[in-house]
């Protein structure tokens, strides 16, 4: 097996350029995703020739990641705008819904400050408002506590008229002012335009630019139907004029490997170039198996002056005048494309792009002289969501599972575990992960013995590897192999996840010191971990560990911590057509 992705990447790197050439006015090739991995309704803005990204987040921890980049294709993640849980206390662990929580934010700069506002949906109560703040968006700390406010709609956008007053545009489309100190909304809302007759009107970004307030808006659903439409006013509250020629950007109705193109934000450079920056999915127009969702997609805008900006049609290869590559990015972040090479020393901080389902209890994670220490959950990965009869187990107060976007079309992804379970149905291992009704897992799990195992007549519970999945279109049938003899006193055991395709995942295992043993335990479909209960997000690998349902409360009983070392997780290559695949950049 490692020959074969061995070759793969060879034969990668000599057929394929770059992915991004060093610009100085003229075009460069560039590919598409700019942010590959689950990076839905992006918003972006320029400050001193860097720039900057937000992306949603619904209920993953910490939330709102803040994308720092000199090029346009190298993007180092500098913080998370909601990175603690007392910014939002008890939010998280109050909403139910997987695909609820942080929705479509928009990132603006003004005087010396970067302003991320957003909206929460899935606790009682209805939709909170957030606004945070900070003059330092390469630290985590330095993003405030959130202003509070009320909205009737989603997808909030912010803008500055000449005057000074602020106002918030939400979807359907709806105008208020706001006022940033207090969370105060203007009433009512002033309707401002329906679009042009797709279903749900939302996303919409305010621009002003010779003389004209342009309105720019996604229609049709962020589905196959979804697109970038425009309208102007003379007066920001209107009327509002659509363009003749709308939709101005979308890949319905066409054979394009990348499908869903809409939900869009316009900025420009140092250089006065306009570039735009949207959501797709890589699943051409079956719309099927897609497991990294949403993805941030960059454009170049032709913006003449007085008429209607004209947008690239998103491809996988992309043609633009960029900056110069540039990795000179602040902070201490990784760069979303790199690989991760993780030993979790003792003391040292969780690496800043791994996430959790939830906000975690306290304590659940650790780095310890052993790795990546993890103390598992009762519930396990799929537990029992919106279950009135078993609350405990829903996994509302936090998985104990921990991961990272799958930015790649081909990748591997490894990790040596520790385990020594003393009871039954104690369980550690590693997962592709959607929802909690989609994900696919490879686990280290203590069995009851068989007739085989038994002692005497006793039987014996067995070490063994177990494959579950649940998710869309169906669930493969779990499978549990024997440990085989030997390894438990062998050192850790390596657990690995490969894509030798688009649309599979092979899960194996072997002693870490003897990866040549290793043991292929199931082949499972891309398709489980793509749309259904989770078109809104995207796949994470990553970890886990869980008494699955033992002990009461929300506790297992003592033992069965894991221990988790040795994290790699390498991209080898992109597919960015259906017929076309280039090496990872």
């Known amino acids: 097996?490692?020959?074969?992705?061995?070759?793969?990447?060879?034969?990668?790197?000599?057929?394929?350029?770059?992915?991004?050439?060093?610009?100085?006015?003229?075009?460069?090739?560039?590919?598409?995703?700019?942010?590959?991995?689950?990076?839905?309704?992006p918003s972006c803005t320029q400050v001193d020739g860097t720039f900057f990204c937000a992306t949603s987040t619904f209920?993953?921890?910490?939330?709102?990641?803040?994308?720092?980049?000199?090029?346009?294709?190298?993007?180092?993640?500098?913080?998370?705008?909601?990175?603690?849980?007392?910014?939002?206390?008890?939010?998280?662990?109050?909403?139910?819904?997987?695909?609820d929580g942080m929705y479509a934010p928009t990132l603006r700069y003004r005087d010396g400050e970067f302003y991320l506002i957003c909206e929460y949906l899935g606790v009682p109560g209805g939709i909170i408002g957030v606004v945070f703040r900070t003059a330092d968006p390469f630290r985590d700390e330095a993003w405030s506590d959130p202003v509070i406010f009320r909205p009737t709609n989603i997808d909030p956008d912010l803008f500055w008229d000449d005057g000074g007053r602020v106002y918030m545009a939400t979807h359907s489309v709806i105008l208020q002012e706001i006022d940033l100190e207090t969370g105060e909304l203007s009433q009512p809302p002033i309707n401002i335009w329906n679009g042009t007759g797709g279903v749900w009107p939302e996303g919409p970004h305010i621009y002003k630019r010779d003389g004209w307030y342009y309105l720019l808006i996604a229609e049709g659903g962020t589905e196959l139907n979804h697109a970038v439409t425009i309208a102007r006013s003379r007066n920001i509250t209107g009327p509002y004029e659509g363009y003749e020629n709308n939709p101005i950007l979308t890949n319905r109705g066409t054979d394009e490997y990348f499908q869903t193109v809409g939900h869009?934000?316009?900025?420009?450079?140092?250089?006065?170039?306009?570039?735009?920056?949207?959501?797709?999915?890589?699943s051409g127009p079956e719309w099927e198996v897609y497991p990294m969702g949403r993805e941030a997609v960059v454009f170049p805008v032709r913006w003449e002056e007085g008429e209607w900006p004209v947008l690239e049609p998103v491809r996988g290869e992309m043609s633009a005048p960029l900056p110069p590559i540039n990795r000179d990015v602040p902070g201490d972040g990784p760069f979303n494309t790199d690989p991760d090479v993780y030993d979790f020393a003792g003391g040292t901080p969780i690496p800043r792009n791994l996430v959790?389902?939830?906000?975690?209890?306290?304590?659940?994670?650790?780095?310890?002289s052993e790795g990546l220490q993890i103390i598992p959950s009762r519930n396990n990965l799929t537990g029992t969501p919106l279950s009135e009869v078993t609350p405990e187990l829903s996994g509302q107060q936090g998985l104990a599972f921990i991961g990272r976007r799958q930015t790649d079309t081909i990748f591997r992804f490894s990790v040596?575990?520790?385990?020594?379970?003393?009871?039954?149905?104690?369980?550690?291992?590693v997962t592709v992960?959607?929802?909690?009704?989609?994900?696919?897992?490879l686990g280290v799990v203590l069995l009851p013995g068989s007739n085989s195992t038994s002692f005497r007549g006793v039987k014996k519970p067995r070490l063994s590897l177990r494959f579950r999945a649940e998710g869309t279109g169906g669930a493969p049938e779990p499978r549990a192999?024997?440990?085989?003899?030997?390894?438990?006193?062998?050192?850790?055991?390596?657990?690995?996840?490969?894509?030798?395709?688009?649309?599979?995942?092979?899960?194996?295992?072997?002693?870490?010191?003897?990866?040549?043993?290793?043991?292929?335990?199931?082949?499972?479909?891309?398709?489980?971990?793509?749309?259904?209960?989770?078109?809104?997000?995207?796949?994470?690998?990553?970890?886990?560990?869980?008494?699955?349902?033992?002990?009461?409360?929300?506790?297992?009983?003592?033992g069965g911590n894991a221990y988790f070392s040795r994290w790699r997780y390498t991209g080898i290559a992109q597919q960015i057509s259906a017929s076309e695949r280039v090496p990872s950049w």
């Open 1 to 41: 097996m490692r020959f074969q992705y061995l070759e793969l990447a060879l034969g990668l790197l000599a057929s394929a350029a770059s992915p991004a050439l060093a610009a100085g006015g003229e075009n460069s090739t560039y590919y598409n995703p700019a942010l590959p991995g689950w990076h839905s309704d």
């Open 59 to 99: 209920i993953s921890f910490p939330g709102i990641p803040i994308y720092a980049s000199r090029d346009l294709v190298n993007w180092k993640l500098a913080s998370h705008a909601w990175n603690r849980e007392s910014q939002l206390p008890g939010v998280s662990w109050n909403t139910t819904g997987q695909q």
């Open 264 to 282: 869009a934000d316009l900025f420009q450079d140092v250089e006065g170039n306009w570039w735009g920056a949207c959501l797709a999915t890589r």
């Open 356 to 368: 959790y389902w939830r906000v975690p209890r306290e304590g659940t994670f650790s780095t310890t």
């Open 416 to 429: 040596d575990l520790s385990f020594a379970p003393t009871e039954i149905g104690q369980e550690a291992g």
């Open 433 to 441: 992960f959607l929802t909690q009704v989609n994900h696919i897992d």
């Open 481 to 558: 192999v024997p440990l085989p003899a030997g390894w438990a006193q062998g050192g850790p055991i390596r657990l690995q996840i490969d894509t030798p395709d688009a649309a599979s995942y092979t899960l194996s295992a072997m002693p870490a010191a003897d990866p040549d043993a290793a043991i292929s335990v199931a082949t499972a479909s891309a398709r489980l971990v793509s749309g259904g209960n989770g078109s809104f997000v995207g796949s994470l690998v990553g970890v886990y560990a869980t008494c699955n349902g033992a002990g009461s409360g929300v506790d297992c009983p003592p």
